[in-house]
């Protein structure tokens, strides 16, 4: 079965930083895009950085200076940091892939469950 696995988040002090990282887990053999996306009560979830197959990556212009994206190909994980977090970077943090190619699917797209993060003093 594949499934992404999130870990990271919690309580952060404005000002400070997060790592969220996630991986792939099953027998995959490729993936499209990996990132991740945000979502607060009441808002659309939104994007937040996208590492794309082919190497290049997309970050949404409120984090834009204030995070990177990574990715490890042969480990099927992506990764995010983001430092100098304000409030408005609270929400639930949601890993997302998309053209998994697996034993039992040619085109999947998968959302992780979901990691909270708070930034508050």
């Known amino acids: 079965q594949v499934q992404l696995v999130e870990s990271g988040g919690g309580l952060v002090q404005p000002g400070g930083s997060l790592e969220l990282s996630c991986v792939a887990s099953?027998?995959?053999?490729?993936?499209?895009?990996m990132g991740w996306y945000r979502q607060t009560p009441g808002k659309e979830r939104e994007m937040v950085a996208v590492?794309?197959?082919?190497?290049?990556?997309k970050i949404a212009g409120s984090v834009k200076g204030r995070a990177t994206i990574s990715r490890d190909y042969a480990q099927k994980t992506v990764t995010l940091q983001m430092n100098n977090l304000d409030p408005g970077g609270s929400g639930v943090y949601y890993c997302?892939?998309?053209?998994?190619?697996?034993?039992?699917?040619?085109?999947?797209?998968?959302w992780g469950q979901g990691t909270l993060v708070t930034v508050s003093s």
């Open positions: 997302h892939a998309d053209r998994i190619s697996s034993l039992t699917d040619r085109d999947l797209t998968l």
């Open positions: 590492y794309m197959s082919g190497g290049s990556t």
């Open positions: 099953g027998t995959i053999f490729s993936i499209g895009s």
